[in-house]
């Protein structure tokens, strides 16, 4: 399988915002549970927010709860996590990868759950004043 393509990331200041972007160019993200991940330097990767293929069932890290939300459109075939009250410890590089026949979010986000798409490029967020 070909990575998905995350995009959006940016320079910002504390207390803004930005919208990421993950899309699929070589099937289609409804049937897979989706997940926003972020790797900060120094530190391990981590599962920010997830959805199931249904969209019945969100995910979001303790961190980034209230702040960030994932949504989808199948129109564009694309996931999207806006993410807003960026904190300076939001600062990392953010990745999107889907899952196949997940059951919840949670075990999506969660480490060591296997991937139907290989980890792509990422998109740097960096928070700083």
């Known amino acids: 399988q070909v990575p998905l393509v995350e995009s959006g990331g940016d320079s910002v200041q504390p207390g803004g915002s930005l919208r990421l972007s993950c899309a699929a160019t070589?099937?289609?993200?409804?049937?897979?549970?989706v997940g926003w991940f972020r790797q900060a330097p120094g530190k391990e990767r981590e599962g920010v927010s997830c959805?199931?293929?249904?969209?019945?069932?969100?995910f979001y890290g303790d961190s980034v709860k209230g702040r960030f939300v994932i949504s989808r459109d199948s129109a564009k075939n694309a996931v999207y996590l806006q993410m807003n009250s960026l904190k300076p410890e939001d600062t990392a590089v953010y990745y999107c990868?889907?899952?196949?026949?997940?059951?919840?979010?949670?075990?999506?986000?969660?480490?060591?759950?296997?991937?139907?798409?290989?980890w792509g490029q990422g998109t740097q967020v960096t928070v700083s004043s």
């Open positions: 990868a889907a899952g196949f026949e997940i059951p919840t979010a949670q075990a999506m986000c969660a480490p060591g759950t296997p991937l139907f798409t290989p």
């Open positions: 070589q099937f289609t993200l409804d049937y897979y549970a």
């Open positions: 959805i199931t293929n249904s969209n019945s069932n969100t």
